[in-house]
């Protein structure tokens, strides 16, 4: 699955069961979490009107997807870490994210992680109270077709053993 999910940009015509969008979401609290903070919110968005209004704000955002996932990070929560709890729940959003899209593959479905959004706007659209942050949307559908994967760096050029 690792080496077979692609970021998938061009999708189908298609609604995902929510079956299927539940086991997705599920995936993701189930990432790891320092401390187990779990300071992720997951707002799926299926309504299309929805949808489009924040693709004007996501230059990042293509094609026609199914659904959207906008992962959040809720401040209240992440700031019981302190100091390191910004950092932390970047990597914690990150793995769940990750999850995300290796449970959607593993379904047939195709996603892409978009950075590029207007947070501001997404966050207004989305009702979001103060204290949670949109930080990634996870783009969601059935793929027309599977890029080849990108040429990756080798082991031997990026392991490093006992020192650098």
Same mark, same amino acid.
């Given at each position: 699955?690792?080496?077979?999910? %692609? ?47 924040? /693709? ?18 809720? !401040? ?42 207007? /947070? ?9 109270? &103060?204290?949670?942050?949109? &930080? ?15 040429? %990756? !760096? ?8 006992? %020192?650098?």
């Amino acid at each position: 699955m690792i080496k077979g999910r %692609r970021s998938i940009r061009d999708f189908h015509d298609g609604e995902i069961p929510d079956e299927h969008l539940r086991l997705i979401l599920e995936a993701g609290i189930w990432a790891p979490s320092g401390s187990n903070l779990q300071p992720w919110e997951f707002v799926l968005v299926k309504d299309r009107n929805l949808l489009e209004k924040i /693709k004007l704000f996501s230059p990042g955002l293509f094609g026609r997807p199914a659904t959207i996932i906008i992962i959040c990070i809720n !401040r209240k929560i992440s700031e019981r870490a302190g100091k390191i709890g910004e950092l932390m729940s970047l990597m914690d959003i990150s793995m769940a994210a990750e999850n995300i899209m290796l449970m959607a593959y593993a379904l047939g479905i195709g996603s892409c992680p978009v950075a590029s959004f207007n /947070k501001i706007a997404v966050k207004e659209l989305l009702d979001l109270p &103060a204290h949670v942050e949109p &930080a990634l949307i996870i783009t969601l559908g059935y793929p027309k077709e599977l890029p080849k994967p990108p040429k %990756r !760096r080798s082991l031997e050029e990026v392991v490093h053993v006992d %020192r650098f």
